[in-house]
């Protein structure tokens, strides 16, 4: 498991999905945005305006340039692991990695989140999550620097290679080559 809290002066008790959902279904969560990560229950911020923005053009973009070749899941949740199941703001699922309607993928080709307040989290512990469940590319859409910073090639945790690239540049996904964006067209 990744270490979510270091050095906690008290014990942690970790909850695995089947609980998260049982406490989602109890209506603990009522109003509440959250996610499972490590067995973790974190408040997912709030959607502030260019965060709205950035995800209304992906949306866009995405879904015109990959038809129904794969399905675009906007906000919805990822079953990675039996601790872990974050809601990125898009992933691209294929037919095969959608198994039944009582529970949600636990794969995806290419993930996208896009960050402002969550910069920190989502280029740090999202990345390692991701590339600990072997997802082949990670995107974070990074407001703060108007960046797109691409994760390729997980292994034992760790994506081995990070691009950041800037406005003036056009990036194609290495798995999913119908998607292209022009950086400066999600700022």
Do not use: C
């Amino acid at each position: 498991m990744l270490n979510v809290i270091k050095d906690a002066p008290f014990d942690i008790h970790r909850i695995d999905r089947a609980g998260y959902h049982r406490l989602g279904e109890s209506g603990a969560f009522e109003g509440k945005r959250v996610q499972l990560i490590e067995g973790v229950i974190i408040a997912m911020n709030a959607r502030r305006g260019p965060h709205a923005t950035a995800v209304m053009r992906l949306t866009r973009l995405l879904t015109s340039q990959v038809g129904d070749q794969v399905w675009v899941r906007a906000g919805l949740p990822l079953a990675i692991s039996p601790h872990s199941e974050p809601e990125p703001d898009f992933a691209l699922v294929s037919d095969a990695d959608i198994h039944n309607d009582e529970d949600h993928p636990s794969r995806a080709a290419l993930v996208i989140e896009v960050a402002d307040s969550s910069r920190v989290f989502d280029l740090g512990l999202k990345a390692r999550l991701y590339a600990a469940a072997k997802i082949p590319e990670y995107w974070v859409v990074d407001l703060q620097t108007e960046k797109l910073v691409v994760h390729l090639d997980p292994k034992k945790g760790e994506y081995q290679r990070v691009h950041r690239f800037g406005k003036g540049r056009e990036v194609t996904s290495a798995v999913a080559p119908k998607v292209t964006v022009r950086v400066a067209a999600l700022f």
